[in-house]
Nanobody, 126 residues
Framework: QVRLVESGGGLVQAGGSLRLSCATS????????MGWFRQAPGKERMLVAA????????HYADSVKGRFTISRDDAKSTLYLLMNNLKPEDTAAYYC???????????????????WGQGTQVTVSS
């Protein structure tokens, strides 16, 4: 079993930055592919960024490419999402998730993620 706890959300002005963290405990973090998802009110949950557990191969949604960076620290069992140049449309609840699938590729489909955190709210004001 893996437990995920997100932190780092908050209120920021457009153009600002935030860094989200996802602390994990339980089964070895280094054997899970990880992802960040977000869900805005009235919208479906969408993948923001994903990272594989071998070689840390990354994938980003087109809407965040060049602004967001996903990274992992296996020694600390922690996943990060650095968000720069934030926009009001980035406002959402952000969730981290863990998947045992596909060691060498980022996992893009939410159905392949077995473990989810409770989420942290990010609000970007214009």
């Amino acid at each position: 079993q893996v437990r995920l706890v997100e932190s780092g959300g908050g209120l920021v002005q457009a153009g600002g930055s935030l860094r989200l963290s996802c602390a994990t405990s339980g089964r070895s973090f280094s054997t899970y592919a990880m992802g960040w998802f977000r869900q805005a009110p009235g919208k479906e949950r969408m993948l923001v960024a994903a990272i594989s557990w071998v070689d840390s191969v990354t994938h980003y949604a087109d809407s965040v490419k060049g602004r967001f960076t996903i990274s992992r620290d296996d020694a600390k069992s922690t996943l990060y999402l650095l968000m720069n140049n934030l926009k009001p449309e980035d406002t959402a609840a952000y969730y981290c998730a863990a998947s045992p699938a596909s060691p060498r590729s980022p996992v893009l489909e939410p159905t392949y993620y077995d473990h989810w955190g409770q989420g942290t709210q990010v609000t970007v004001s214009s």
